[in-house]
């Protein structure tokens, strides 16, 4: 019945018909909001990894065919929904340096930057050479295929930060990648590894598709700790930052209301600092 209450009215206008019990988020001043923080779900340290269990088997795919002629196709889509944006948006907004240099690697038609922050520069790898031209957050950008080649095309201690969204399952050479990473990061930069539970699955790597998502945050942390000399690792879920995301990607608060709460997908972050 209360839902369907404020469906009727708004948001606004139901928590006014409540006589005021409750407050609408725009109805009070912003200092005065407690702001959510993403749930830390694992802080891992050295003596929690063994050796590498994994074999090139783990990394097979059920689609072995190139990679270039999968995603040959512009797919001006997004791959997870709008809470999971807001969520990584909101999680940029906080933890990338707004004068930085970043680098988003398989990137796409859309970086998920938070549109109000203007950094020193936003470089991209991708696939798909008409997605990466649209993607107007980057200032430049190569199309590259990183399971073929993982040496990235820029010089040593280059850039604050790499992010990359929702594509980690899909590499089949992470180790090369993820030192590649390191080696392009400024001392102490941060690399923020993004993903859901959503993917292609003919084309995610074994290992990824036999774990539930708690496997698959200890493969990416086991990617950071066998590639390269990082610290800091980390796993966080994102989504307690989507009210807060939602709110400032939708002007108006029934919108963000709705949007928010038609929003399922589950977000969660792996992230790492580079030690040098």
């Known amino acids: 019945m209360l839902l369907s209450l404020a469906l009727l009215l708004g948001v606004e206008g139901f928590l006014a018909a409540r006589?005021?019990?409750?407050?609408?988020?725009?109805?009070?001043p912003r200092?005065?909001?407690?702001?959510?923080?993403?749930?830390?779900?694992?802080?891992f340290e050295r003596d929690d990894f063994g050796p590498w269990l994994y074999s090139p088997r783990d990394f097979r795919r059920i689609d072995e065919s190139l990679d270039f002629d999968f995603y040959s196709t512009p797919r001006f889509v997004t791959h997870i929904d709008d809470g999971a944006i807001a969520s990584l948006t909101e999680y940029y907004r906080r933890t990338l340096p707004a004068?930085?240099?970043?680098?988003?690697?398989?990137?796409?038609?859309?970086?998920?930057?938070?549109?109000?922050?203007?950094?020193?520069?936003?470089?991209?790898?991708g696939m798909n050479y008409r997605e990466l031209e649209a993607n107007k957050r980057l200032t430049a950008?190569?199309?590259?295929?990183?399971?073929?080649?993982?040496?990235?095309?820029?010089?040593?201690a280059t850039f604050d930060c790499v992010v990359n969204a929702v594509s980690v399952d899909y590499m089949t050479k992470p180790l090369p990648l993820f030192k590649e990473m390191h080696r392009v990061l400024k001392p102490g930069g941060r690399a923020i590894m993004s993903f859901s539970n959503r993917?292609?699955?003919?084309?995610?790597?074994?290992c990824w598709l036999d774990a539930d998502e708690t496997?698959?945050?200890?493969?990416v942390a086991n990617y950071f700790h066998h590639s390269a000399s990082w610290e800091g690792i980390r796993a966080l879920d994102i989504i307690p930052l989507k009210g807060e995301g939602m709110s400032r990607m939708k002007s108006n608060p029934a919108q963000s209301f709705m949007a928010s709460w038609a929003s399922m997908d589950p977000m969660y972050i792996v992230e790492a600092w580079a030690v040098k």
């Open 19 to 28: 006589g005021g019990a409750l407050l609408s988020r725009a109805a009070l």
């Open 199 to 206: 993917c292609f699955p003919t084309k995610a790597v074994g």
């Open 99 to 125: 004068d930085g240099a970043i680098l988003d690697l398989c990137s796409s038609w859309i970086s998920h930057l938070p549109a109000e922050v203007s950094y020193g520069s936003v470089a991209g790898i």
């Open 141 to 156: 950008f190569s199309a590259q295929d990183l399971n073929f080649n993982a040496t990235l095309p820029y010089p040593d």
């Open 215 to 219: 496997g698959r945050l200890a493969i």
């Open 31 to 43: 200092t005065h909001i407690r702001s959510a923080e993403a749930k830390v779900l694992a802080e």
